[in-house]
């Protein structure tokens, strides 16, 4: 699929492959976050239910990785939203990079929203 166009957006538009690329490689980081918020969660439940004063501990820690894990995931969130505006941007604007194309190859036109 590298190299390729990828029509997905529902609107004829095409997303050029290193985009892709860009986004796809964020949605993994995304992923292996929240996949190690899942043990986090698990494990803090695990030591909350064990009762022990060294687990209960132990907790504070975890509960503080699992806080900034979310902050990460936030602003992951946030930098894709910000590089898929700018995509659209550049890609209504006629900038030569490409980065998105109307499925016929030409140059979109850039929609004013109401304020």
């Known amino acids: 699929m590298e190299g390729d166009l990828f029509s997905g957006l529902g609107n004829g538009t095409q997303i050029d492959g290193k985009v892709?690329?860009?986004?796809?490689?964020?949605?993994?980081?995304?992923?292996?976050?929240?996949?190690?918020?899942?043990?986090?969660i698990n494990e803090i439940n695990q030591n909350h239910e064990s009762k022990i004063?060294?687990?209960?501990?132990?907790?504070?820690?975890?509960?503080?990785?699992?806080?900034?894990?979310?902050?990460?995931?936030?602003?992951?969130?946030?930098?894709?939203?910000?590089?898929?505006?700018?995509?659209?941007?550049?890609?209504?604007e006629g900038d030569s990079s490409g980065a998105l194309r109307s499925s016929d190859g030409k140059a979109g036109h850039k929609r004013s929203r109401p304020v």
Do not use: C
């Open 53 to 92: 004063p060294d687990n209960l501990s132990r907790n504070v820690g975890l509960i503080r990785e699992l806080n900034n894990n979310i902050r990460r995931v936030v602003d992951l969130y946030a930098d894709l939203s910000t590089s898929f505006s700018k995509s659209m941007d550049a890609s209504s």
């Open 20 to 40: 892709l690329q860009t986004f796809q490689k964020s949605f993994v980081e995304v992923q292996n976050v929240l996949d190690q918020n899942r043990l986090l």
